[in-house]
């Protein structure tokens, strides 16, 4: 992990088009600035975490929900049994 200090309206650039930038400090809170491209998300930990959840719970729920797949040619889809 790479630990920087910084003040307030100073920045640190990460790549090529992503700024970080210290917009007040009170106390033992920072508030930060952040400029990315929208292609790119930005969430608080405890959301990136959430969303993370919530994406594993609907991949669970697709997992069960999806039909059972055969391994056996003679009952796989696309194959005639007939033949």
């Known amino acids: 992990m790479l ?3 910084r ?3 100073e920045s640190i650039i990460i790549g090529d088009n992503i700024v970080l930038t210290v917009v ?4 033992d809170k920072v508030r930060l600035g952040i400029d990315a491209p929208k292609e790119v998300p930005v969430h608080r930990q405890e959301v990136y975490e959430a969303i993370q959840r ?3 719970r609907e991949a669970e729920a697709n ?3 999806a ?3 055969s391994n056996d040619p003679q009952t796989s ?7």
């Open 63 to 65: 997992s069960n929900n």
């Open 24 to 27: 007040d400090i009170r106390g």
């Open 54 to 56: 919530e994406n594993m």
């Open 77 to 83: 889809p696309g194959t005639n049994p007939s033949v």
């Open 3 to 5: 630990v920087l200090s």
């Open 67 to 69: 039909p059972a797949v």
């Open 7 to 9: 003040q307030r309206d």
